[in-house]
């Protein structure tokens, strides 16, 4: 796949080059996403809506129900953020994604900020981490529904400097009843280096109980 921008710009932000002029990314998370041309049969569109995140209609935690207050509080509850959109823009992860329903594959484009430092100069690791399960967990979502990772296997083969842009190719491999395998690889934007492979297993949520925030605390809390 071929994308054309490049990252060694003056101001420091990648710049998309389209019908040979170069636009400015400074903020290329999913709602801006319609910024980035589409490729390789790969649909421009956002797999994330802020909005409706925010409202909750995406398949996120419900508010808790009756008789969970003693265990979480609502208002704390209330100011969940999606951990990838955590941090102010620029510093933390910067990416979009691009979805291809027939072929069930994620193009991720990802910058992540200085603030996502592991060894000087280079990404942390649980920062990768985390791309790639939103990545792939995108994909077993848009796949599948309402899904949590059940198994996470990173390679990590070269590290990536900290600040450059890579993409995360992400493929549905295989769906099992419940169970979705979802495989990945970041990649340099030239493909010539290869930084990490992973493979995953999503698990769909039994619909009588889908992402009843209740019934996970109640089964993750520590015996009374
Ligand atoms: C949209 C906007 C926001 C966008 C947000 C974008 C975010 C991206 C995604 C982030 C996702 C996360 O980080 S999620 C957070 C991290 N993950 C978690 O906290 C999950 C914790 N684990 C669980 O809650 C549970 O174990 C589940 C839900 C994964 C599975 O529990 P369950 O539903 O009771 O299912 P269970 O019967 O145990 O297993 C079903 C089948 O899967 C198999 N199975 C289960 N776990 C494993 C495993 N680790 N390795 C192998 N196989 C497994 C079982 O053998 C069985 O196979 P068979 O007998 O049927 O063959």
């Given at each position: ?12 932000h ?96 990802f910058?992540?900020?200085p ?79 290869l ?10 949520l ?19």
């Amino acid at each position: 796949m071929q994308i054309d921008y490049y990252s060694n710009t003056q101001d420091g932000h990648p710049h998309v080059v389209k019908d040979g002029h170069p636009h400015v990314v400074k903020d290329c998370r999913p709602h801006v996403s319609t910024r980035w041309p589409p490729r390789d049969g790969l649909q421009g569109k956002a797999v994330v809506d802020e909005q409706a995140y925010r409202e909750g209609k995406l398949g996120t935690a419900r508010p808790a129900g009756e008789g969970t207050s003693e265990l979480i509080n609502k208002e704390k509850l209330s100011q969940g953020r999606l951990f990838t959109r955590s941090f102010e823009d620029g510093l933390g992860f910067e990416y979009v994604m691009f979805y291809n329903d027939a072929e069930k594959r994620i193009v991720c484009v990802f910058q992540g900020g200085p603030h996502l430092q592991g060894m000087p100069g280079f990404f942390h690791g649980g920062a990768i981490a985390t791309m790639i399960d939103a990545t792939v967990g995108m994909n077993a979502i848009v796949s599948g529904g309402i899904v949590m990772t059940a198994n996470l296997n990173i390679n990590f083969k070269r590290p990536i400097p900290l600040c450059s842009i890579v993409l995360i190719n992400s493929q549905l491999d295989k769906i099992e009843g419940r169970k979705l395998l979802v495989s990945c690889n970041v990649q340099s934007v030239d493909e010539k280096i290869l930084y990490t492979e992973a493979t995953s297993l999503f698990v769909k949520l039994n619909p009588e109980k889908e992402f009843d925030i209740k019934e996970l605390v109640l089964k993750s809390a520590p015996p009374a």
